[in-house]
């Protein structure tokens, strides 16, 4: 039962550009309270405002880069034991699985979860980065078939 999903490379050029602005427009922000700092000083408010938009332009750059990185990469293939499967909605209107395999946590939509438990063997072909699932293939049935959530 191996299902494929063509868009893995897909999820990873639109992760590049859905972060891309946001870091670009966060930059500009931090460059303009570097320029704020050094003509009048450091006032707290602007030291608390570069400290916070620091935060955010690293968090967006690692996404970037990331993404970058497996846009560049070749797929891996990670085979081991579930051990643990969650669902969660994402913004209240996405809903989103999750496996952990082989310290790698896996996102995968509801629909491609389904014949998959908690002990089972699966095949994950993914990017190296992102972990941005290629395919994902049941190798066999695992002892317990409970699901965590």
Same mark, same amino acid.
């Given at each position: 039962? !191996? ?14 550009? $859905? +972060?891309?602005? +946001? /870091? ?5 922000? $931090?460059?303009?309270?570097?320029? =704020?700092?050094?003509?009048?000083? !450091? ?25 970058? @990185? ?13 051990? &643990? ?6 913004? +209240?209107? +996405? &809903? *989103?699985?999750?496996?952990? #395999?082989?310290? *790698? #946590?896996? &996102?995968?939509?509801?629909? &491609?979860?389904?014949?998959? =438990?908690?002990? =089972? /063997?699966? @095949? ?10 290629? %395919? ?8 317990? %078939?409970? %699901? =965590?959530?």
């Amino acid at each position: 039962m !191996a299902v494929t999903r063509p868009s893995a490379r897909g999820e990873v050029l639109r992760s590049i550009l $859905l +972060f891309s602005p +946001f /870091l670009a427009v966060t930059l500009a922000a $931090l460059v303009f309270l570097l320029q =704020d700092i050094a003509g009048e000083g !450091a006032g707290g408010g602007t030291i608390v405002g570069l400290v916070l938009v620091g935060s955010v332009a690293l968090l967006l750059a690692y996404q970037v880069i990331q993404s970058v @990185r497996d846009l560049f990469s070749q797929l891996v293939e990670t085979t081991g034991l579930v051990e &643990r499967r969650w669902s969660r909605s994402e913004f +209240f209107l +996405f &809903r *989103n699985s999750y496996i952990f #395999v082989d310290r *790698n #946590v896996f &996102r995968l939509p509801p629909e &491609r979860l389904l014949g998959i =438990d908690r002990g =089972d /063997l699966v @095949r994950v072909v993914h990017y190296p980065h992102t972990s941005a699932v290629e %395919s994902i293939e049941l190798v066999k049935r695992g002892g317990g %078939s409970e %699901s =965590d959530g």
